[in-house]
């Protein structure tokens, strides 16, 4: 008989566990894990860097059906918990222009270190040992079942199915008649419409993303990579969450960049004007390749279709307004595709609800709890999802441990 068994050995089951037993390190917790390795979404998380949390902290960070809810837990919580955590765990942090990573650099270090403090805090493991259902106390597995007070869903989502995401989580949740909100890949790359983008492939390009959607105009500035077919970069995941859901008609033409944020639309059309008058038997492509990358410029020559061995005195002023107006608002229609392969996180899940707001017990099943990747709060990048993910985990720890 356990106090507690928690499923799933990613971040957030692992920051549940260890902050049970500093609150009380008499209690019996048992962590079962599905895969052969503990956490290996956090051990790849931030380019292998492992970006925890983040200096910025608020509404605009987070994503969910029920406003209220982000409201509510920007407010009760901090970035100060998650880096008071990671250092009592003997994990120290660093800022870097407000990201958090580990002095290490090393995402799967942290995992290790985790792992590694579990054990020594009396915490059992058991992988490759999935989970089948939950019911009146107990843990089914597929081998064996287990007996426990209290139990912490913290499997986390489909997303990144190489590294183990399922939706093995989600049929739990279905078991005990909890409702959830739709599920969509979230922090994804965003597929556009357009054929001639596979000329600018591998091109990366810092500017300005802004998505218009409706009423409603996201803005998000960074470096852009350029794909086959797809525009990805943390500009475009963090967008990517808007774009989910919608319909064709609303995503039309929705989607401009601007890869030339530093000057105004006035200020590149006065600057190619100036470049005309002083180099005038210079071509066009020569001209563009003094600002942007050369595969850029190609694809966007291809794309309004401007010889680029046309001489500079020779570009009539419509043309000088259309390379201007293409550099400044290139415009794209998303297309929805959806690929939780390459998705970091999952949009949507368990209904707020559903839970305890504030220790994410499960309203219908008192001594349940849902933290982390599989509830209806996504973060954008920025160490916001692992943030979420232990601080979640500490809540509903924390309960327990109380009681």
């Not at 007996?147 to 489909?158: F, L, V, Y």
């Amino acid at each position: 008989m356990y106090d507690l068994i928690i499923i799933g050995a990613g971040v957030s089951g692992l920051a549940a566990a260890i902050c049970a037993k500093w609150e009380n390190p008499q209690l019996k917790i048992l962590i079962l894990e599905k895969q052969s390795k503990c956490g290996r979404k956090l051990s790849a998380s931030g380019n292998g860097k492992c970006n925890v949390t983040n200096k910025v902290f608020n509404e605009d960070c987070y994503h969910s059906s029920d406003k209220g809810f982000i409201a509510d837990f920007v407010k009760e919580h901090s970035n100060s918990e998650v880096i008071d955590f990671f250092n009592k765990c003997g994990i120290p942090l660093y800022d870097d222009k407000g990201y958090y990573y580990p002095i290490s650099n090393q995402a799967k270090q942290v995992t290790y270190k985790l792992v590694d403090l579990c054990s020594r805090l009396g915490v059992e493991i058991i992988t490759d040992n999935e989970v089948i259902e939950v019911r009146d106390k107990t843990v089914i597995a597929k081998d064996t079942e287990y007996k426990t007070s209290n139990i912490i869903i913290a499997c986390g989502s489909n997303a990144w199915d190489k590294l183990g995401g399922s939706s093995s989580g989600y049929e739990l949740i279905k078991k005990l008649g909890i409702s959830m909100t739709n599920i969509a890949p979230g922090l994804t790359p965003i597929y556009v419409a357009d054929d001639k983008l596979k000329y600018a492939k591998g091109v990366r390009i810092n500017g300005t993303a802004t998505l218009h959607i409706n009423d409603s105009v996201i803005k998000e500035r960074g470096q852009i990579q350029i794909n086959e077919d797809n525009l990805s970069g943390i500009a475009m995941m963090n967008l990517s969450c808007f774009v989910a859901g919608l319909d064709k008609e609303s995503l039309e033409s929705s989607l401009w960049l601007d890869v030339m944020p530093a000057f105004t639309w006035d200020e590149l059309k006065e600057y190619i004007t100036n470049e005309i008058t002083n180099n005038n038997n210079e071509n066009v492509r020569i001209m563009l390749e003094g600002f942007l990358p050369s595969a850029f410029v190609d694809y966007l020559l291809l794309r309004i279709s401007i010889n680029g061995d046309i001489l500079l005195e020779k570009l009539k002023e419509k043309q000088i307004n259309k390379i201007t107006s293409n550099i400044k608002k290139l415009t794209f229609t998303p297309v929805l595709q959806s690929d939780y392969s390459r998705a970091q996180v999952s949009l949507g899940g368990v209904a707020i609800s559903e839970i305890d707001a504030k220790t994410f017990e499960c309203m219908k099943h008192p001594g349940v709890y849902v933290v982390g990747e599989l509830l209806d709060m996504t973060g954008k990048c920025g160490g916001y999802n692992i943030s979420f993910a232990v601080l979640s985990g500490m809540a509903a720890a924390k309960d327990i441990a109380g009681k």
